[in-house]
């Protein structure tokens, strides 16, 4: 049931860029999709407030739940750190025709527990209760009742709740019961529950039993299992080529298109300001998408399950949208700013070696992500020997296109900007990934600074449509003045 429910990860990684020959990247998402993960929590009163028959009913129901005998990779059961949580079960079965598992694991718990990290991606909540105890009335019998679902659950998602009693069909206990529904059907407006169902479970020798204890479990899980949520489904990438990936997307076609036009129209390439604001605007969105933070009220994954190599269980370490983890991946795309350019703009009536030596200025500014400072001095001297060789290679294409008018173009930044991010990028160290919501991305907004630029590109292109059309109209103009041929006929 919960296999046929689970929405599947498409086998195949969507179509990317190409990453650089320089350094091959590991694959996005596993090769195939990812395994079905269920958790279930019995939340159980305390021993001291169990009758016999609730003593009985508890130990079988424990029982049943523990079907699936030693966890995974030898682990044994047991409580955990804080006392309060036990293992029952932890299974992992292979689903028929598919290239995933289906695992499941049964917690039992009891209120007050601190462990948080235990419960992660929980799917469902079993909450055993007892009978009343002799003179307890109805308000304090919910009150205890509710006091034992306090369990640090995760805002999302959220998940229903089962609830079986051992409460006798009789007038003594039949308002604590009605009074029990009632409270606990306020649950799913101001909790983590999603929905509650409220059933009994008695023992078969009764006579108002209508069905045996298994067959009222199994209604239960399979009301529990339909109503669980789908575990969330999430791309891993690792950290360079999420931000190259990102890069493609909103950076490179839009300064592309951009020179481009500029080329075509004999324009000088795109000043430095908006090629940085650009730049940053697109680093500060992935940044912003990799962070967000309704990624921290995921509760997920498993953590009997949880593994450090993702590819073979599809799912991210336990760590991977904790807040410490979160704020290392922001600092890491933030080391990849670029400062923004200072001084006004250069123009290409000035002499060439003055743009030049305005244009290294700008790339010594540079802070390349590394913590070793003789590691940046070295990495700084190998950026600006590469743009000093951009330059000198452009300049040559220049004079050898345009019988050495160089400064009509000025500085190729599109070109020393790119230059600049590639060197960055090869200098990354991190080995951070990046997990995101699939198919939840983000917009990203174009920026002011870039829009202005391109209409000030429009404006530019506009103007020089205009004069090309006055010059060809003049030219012919004066052709028809000085040409009679087309007035008087040949003799």
């Known amino acids: 049931l919960l296999a046929s429910r689970t929405p599947r990860l498409p086998t195949s990684p969507s179509p990317s860029p190409s990453p650089s020959p320089s350094r091959p990247h590991p694959t996005t998402t596993p090769s195939h999709p990812p395994d079905i993960c269920w958790l279930a929590l019995l939340v159980q009163p305390e021993e001291q407030d169990l009758s016999e028959t609730d003593a009985t009913l508890l130990s079988w129901l424990r029982g049943k739940l523990s079907f699936g005998g030693p966890s995974p990779e030898g682990k044994s059961h047991g409580t955990s750190a804080s006392g309060n949580i036990e293992k029952l079960s932890a299974t992992s079965t292979p689903i028929p025709d598919q290239e995933r598992r289906l695992e499941v694991a049964v917690k039992a718990v009891r209120a007050g527990d601190g462990g948080s990290s235990e419960l992660r991606g929980t799917s469902a909540v079993v909450l055993y209760v007892p009978t009343p105890k002799a003179g307890e009335t109805p308000e304090a019998f919910c009150r205890s009742v509710q006091a034992r679902l306090s369990l640090p659950l995760a805002p999302s998602p959220r998940v229903p709740l089962l609830v079986l009693c051992s409460i006798k069909m009789e007038e003594d206990h039949l308002v604590h019961w009605l009074s029990l529904r009632m409270a606990l059907s306020s649950l799913p407006q101001a909790s983590t529950i999603s929905e509650v169902l409220c059933q009994t479970l008695l023992l078969p020798n009764r006579e108002d039993c209508p069905a045996t204890p298994q067959q009222q479990l199994c209604l239960g899980l399979q009301w529990l299992a339909e109503?669980?949520?789908?575990?969330?489904?999430?791309?891993?990438?690792?950290?360079?080529?999420?931000?190259?990936?990102?890069?493609?997307?909103?950076?490179?076609?839009?300064?592309?298109?951009?020179?481009?036009?500029?080329?075509?129209?004999?324009?000088?390439?795109?000043?430095?300001?908006?090629?940085?604001?650009?730049?940053?605007?697109?680093?500060?969105?992935?940044?912003?998408?990799?962070?967000?933070?309704?990624?921290c009220d995921l509760s997920w994954p498993v953590a009997d399950f949880a593994a450090k190599d993702f590819s073979r269980t599809g799912h991210p370490p336990l760590h991977w949208n904790t807040p410490g983890y979160l704020n290392v991946t922001q600092s890491h795309i933030?080391?990849?700013?670029?400062?923004?350019?200072?001084?006004?703009?250069?123009?290409?009536?000035?002499?060439?070696?003055?743009?030049?030596?305005?244009?290294?200025s700008y790339v010594a500014r540079i802070e390349l992500p590394h913590r070793d400072r003789q590691m940046d001095r070295q990495a700084t001297v190998t950026l600006l020997s590469r743009i000093k060789a951009l330059l000198h290679h452009y300049a040559k294409e220049c004079a050898d296109h345009m019988t050495g008018h160089v400064t009509n173009l000025g500085i190729p930044w599109d070109q020393v900007i790119l230059a600049c991010v590639e060197h960055m990028l090869g200098h990354m160290s991190s080995d951070q990934w990046v997990s995101c919501l699939h198919g939840n991305e983000l917009k990203f907004t174009i920026p002011g600074v870039w829009l202005h630029a391109q209409a000030e590109t429009s404006v530019s292109l506009a103007a020089m449509a205009t004069r090309t059309t006055g010059s060809k109209r003049r030219r012919r103009h004066s052709r028809h003045r000085s040409d009679p041929s087309p007035y008087y006929p040949h003799p």
């Open 227 to 295: 109503r669980s949520p789908s575990q969330p489904l999430l791309t891993h990438t690792p950290l360079r080529e999420y931000v190259e990936r990102g890069l493609l997307e909103h950076y490179v076609p839009l300064v592309a298109a951009d020179s481009e036009a500029r080329q075509k129209a004999g324009l000088p390439a795109p000043a430095p300001l908006p090629l940085v604001g650009l730049y940053n605007s697109v680093l500060e969105h992935l940044a912003h998408s990799a962070t967000r933070p309704d990624l």
């Open 334 to 360: 933030a080391a990849l700013r670029l400062p923004e350019p200072q001084g006004g703009q250069t123009t290409g009536e000035e002499e060439w070696s003055r743009l030049c030596t305005h244009c290294l």
